[in-house]
């Protein structure tokens, strides 16, 4: 487990300083909207902080761990997880109509977020497998089993959002792998009846709310005190925030309570209203640079398994921004996606450092050791 010291020179500090920064704009910005400093609960603020000390140990961990010791239990890692989404689906808690959460008094974990890695861990490895044959029927087909076991399971919950994330992934991964787009377009259009046909389906596969979440984004207008509640006062609180913000604990839809999921899903929209659009530009400029970081290191990886790995966490870290900040601004529908490391919760923190760990484990191993 110790780390060889040539290797530790290709240690990539300022990934580590720019995820720092994203997690204490995280922490303040959770102070804010749970009013922590205000006759409101400390209590998610604390914990956040938790989440981030833990976390960052979990990343220290798996950078520490060659990269090829995840190759060698990748099966482990990926059925493991498998196995633990089915216990959810049978034996979890519900969350907000959905059985994604393990509950242990008031402290949850949720697998669908360790599914992520572990999918792309195992994505990465057949890819590797098959060298310069993805384009082979068989080996699509192997990929999609791997692919369709988490995502009917996380479906099952229903987990709308981390199900969209799983699937961008597996697309990020089959492009830069060099699937032909022929394949890549027809597939688009197979996953496109799909959604049609879960839309539609006898047997109700997606719940009412989760519907409506994806039609009131067009119009929100319509229903602004019923479905397009959220989206309406996420884009007033936004607005109200003009250049500068309203400053720390002063965002009106905030402080009023008017702002639903303020410290989770809409996490971004008490940032645009108490910081502004300088706030938000320099969040986004943040995530910008990590994702840039992300792509690097697999323009540089020492392999196959690595590089896949790499464009894998990139894909998962570009959609979950997209999706997070698009929804509160009414360009995407609302999933209840988090924003990574800014929004509250361990599970999704503990997944987004092991994420980073992996990218920094596979910058420090790029080239060969010669002792």
């Known amino acids: ?9 290709n240690f990539d500090f300022g990934l580590v300083i720019n995820i720092l920064l994203i997690c204490i704009i995280g922490i303040v910005t959770i102070a804010s909207a749970t009013q922590a400093f205000s006759g409101g609960t400390n209590r998610y603020f604390i914990q956040q902080i938790v989440w981030v000390l ?53 402290f949850g974990i949720q697998p669908s977020e360790f599914m992520k890695i572990s999918m792309i861990i195992m ?10 044959g993805i384009n ?36 990020g991964m089959l492009f830069m792998a060099g699937l032909n787009l022929k394949i890549f377009f027809t597939g688009l259009c197979a996953a496109a009846v799909s959604v049609l046909a879960v839309w539609f389906s006898p047997v109700p596969i997606l719940k009412p709310y989760q519907k409506d979440r994806l039609l009131v984004f067009l119009n929100p207008e319509n229903d602004q005190l019923g479905s397009g ?43 645009g ?44 870290f570009l959609f979950q921004m997209f999706q997070n900040v698009g929804m509160t601004i009414g360009l995407m529908p609302i999933t209840g996606i988090t ?22 484990n596979i910058g420090m191993r790029r080239h060969k050791i010669n002792f």
């Open 123 to 132: 994505l990465a490895k057949k890819i590797e497998e098959f060298e310069d």
């Open 339 to 360: 924003l990574p490391f800014v929004s509250y919760g361990g599970s999704s923190m503990w997944t987004s450092m092991i994420s980073i760990g992996l990218i920094l």
């Open 136 to 171: 082979n029927p068989g080996n699509l087909f192997k990929l999609f089993l791997y692919a369709a076991l988490p995502l009917g399971l996380i479906m099952l919950q229903p987990d709308l959002g981390t199900a969209m994330v799983l699937v961008f992934i597996v697309i």
């Open 54 to 106: 833990f976390g960052l140990c979990l990343l220290v961990v798996t950078t520490a761990i060659d990269y090829n010791t995840y190759r060698m239990y990748h099966k482990v890692i990926y059925f493991g997880n498998v196995i633990m989404l089915l216990l959810v689906v049978l034996v979890g808690k519900v969350t907000n109509g959905a059985t994604s959460w393990f509950g242990i008094g008031s």
């Open 1 to 9: 487990m110790l780390i060889n010291k040539k290797i530790l020179r």
């Open 229 to 271: 509640y959220q989206i309406v006062q996420s884009k007033i609180a936004i607005g109200s925030g003009q250049l500068f913000g309203m400053g720390f604990g002063n965002g009106i839809q905030n402080e009023g309570g008017f702002l639903p999921e303020s410290h989770t899903d809409f996490i971004f929209s008490v940032l």
């Open 273 to 316: 209203e108490e910081f502004g659009f300088i706030g938000a530009l320099i969040l986004v400029a943040l995530y910008a640079y990590l994702i840039f970081t992300c792509f690097s290191k697999a323009k540089i990886a020492k392999d196959k398994f690595a590089q896949m790995i790499a464009v894998g966490i990139s894909s998962m």
